[in-house]
Nanobody
Framework: QVHLVESGGGLVQPGGSLRLSCAASESIFSFDAMGWFRQAPGKQRELVAVISRGGSTNFADSVKGRFTISRDNAKNTVYLQMNSLKPEDTAVYYC??????????WGQGTQVTVSS
């Protein structure tokens, strides 16, 4: 089983930027797609960004134009670059891998707090 570890979260002011990393214990190329999710207090977990094995990307409307997702297959790492952060982006962010339309187990995530 591939283990995914998220990092890079923290406290940032509105308008700031953060880059999250998701390091996998094995090749991420084995996944059909990699995704970043987030869960804010009292809300359901939502898909924020996804990148396919071939590099195609898709984003939630709420982050389009502000977030980018990328992957480095050689490093078995997926990144989420977050710019122009807003207080409503505050959440725990998780990464996951999709195989045959099913997402895997969840890790501990990384906390992102956007506040002045």
């Amino acid at each position: 089983q591939v283990h995914l570890v998220e990092s890079g979260g923290g406290l940032v002011q509105p308008g700031g930027s953060l880059r999250l990393s998701c390091a996998a214990s094995e090749s991420i190329f084995s996944f059909d797609a990699m995704g970043w999710f987030r869960q804010a207090p009292g809300k359901q977990r939502e898909l924020v960004a996804v990148i396919s094995r071939g590099g195609s990307t898709n984003f939630a409307d709420s982050v389009k134009g502000r977030f980018t997702i990328s992957r480095d297959n050689a490093k078995n790492t997926v990144y989420l670059q977050m710019n122009s952060l807003k207080p409503e982006d505050t959440a725990v962010y998780y990464c996951n891998g999709q195989t045959t339309f099913a997402w895997g187990d969840w890790g501990q995530g990384t906390q992102v707090t956007v506040s002045s």
